[in-house]
């Protein structure tokens, strides 16, 4: 079993849409979580840490469920400027990070 | 913010060519990462580094191998590049204590690798 699953998509929104993806994660030990944001051909950029009690910033929200293991991105009023992929990260109990292989949005005008 | 520059964007090389890739981060971080990344595979860890001349193996260490010898710099070698190691090599940054991570990775933005 993956360490991290997440439904690969691709999600094609609408703007102005609000979108949610999950992500599961095996490891009930596990200690962080992250949402990374990859655009074509670039790097994976650090979009949002997950905390316990979920947190959010500006449009989106991040929830952590710890009893049934997953983690959840909202984004709310989709931008065009959103379209991405979206990959949840797991940080284990040492020094291991652990990637979905990502969740692709496309938002539509 | 934190900055991570990995050597070459783009490389081509010939099947049994001895390749490296370098890494260097600018904010003293103690942990460094190298990844690839395959279509449907995600990124996969090869080896990672929480100090100077400390190295772990990751998931697929398999025809790689690394040199911590500087802490901003970490540096990546096929031995002998095969055609399956074609793929995006994704170098990391992170800060913490020991070999604990806080807070996310930064990446450098990538070397798309072709081995022909």
């Known amino acids: 079993r993956k360490e991290v699953e997440q439904d690969p998509g691709p999600f094609n929104v609408p703007e102005g849409a609000t979108v949610a993806f999950n992500c599961t994660y095996s490891n009930s030990a596990s200690q962080s979580f992250f949402w990374y944001r990859q655009d074509c051909r670039k790097e994976p950029k650090l979009l949002m840490s997950v905390y316990s009690s979920g947190n959010e910033d500006g449009r989106f929200t991040a929830q952590l469920n710890r009893a049934s293991q997953y983690i959840s991105l909202l984004i709310r009023d989709s931008k065009l400027s959103d379209s991405a992929t979206y990959l949840c990260v797991v940080r284990g109990t040492g020094n291991q990070f652990y990637f979905g292989t990502g969740t692709s949005l496309t938002v539509i005008p | 913010d934190v900055k991570v520059t990995q050597s070459s964007r783009y490389l081509v090389k010939r099947t049994g060519e001895k390749v490296f890739l370098e890494c260097v981060q600018d904010m003293d971080h103690e942990n460094m990462f190298w990844y690839r990344q395959d279509p449907g595979l995600g990124l996969r860890l090869i080896y990672f580094s929480y100090d100077v001349k400390m190295k772990e193996k990751g998931d697929i260490p398999e025809g790689y191998s690394v040199s911590r010898e500087k802490k901003e710099r970490f540096s990546l070698i096929l031995e002998s590049a095969s055609t399956n190691q074609t793929s995006m090599y994704l170098c990391?940054?992170?800060?913490?204590?020991?070999?604990?991570?806080?807070?996310?990775?930064?990446f450098g933005s990538g070397t798309r690798l072709t081995v022909v």
């Open positions: 990391a940054s992170g800060t913490g204590t020991g070999n604990i991570i806080r807070g996310g990775y930064t």
